[in-house]
């Protein structure tokens, strides 16, 4: 069963988008954009523990434009 990651930009940061644009490149993965959150659809093991090394590969910094939000 597939799992949900949300990360959004921080206070709407440029630099969030950049982050979070070459996560997708390098990951393969697409979102579902919802208002200022994307929305990924995990459907392996891989996926999902590689998300915050991939974050911390393209920017260590990355905390300080991206944060994940939980689903509600």
Known sequence: MPQQV?????ERSSEGERILDEF????GLECELRD?????EMHD???RTRVVQTLTEIDARW???VGFKLPG
């Open 6 to 10: 949300i990360l959004r930009t921080l």
């Open 24 to 27: 997708e490149r390098c990951t």
């Open 45 to 47: 093991e891989d996926h």
């Open 63 to 65: 905390t300080d434009h």
């Open 36 to 40: 200022d959150d994307r929305y990924y």
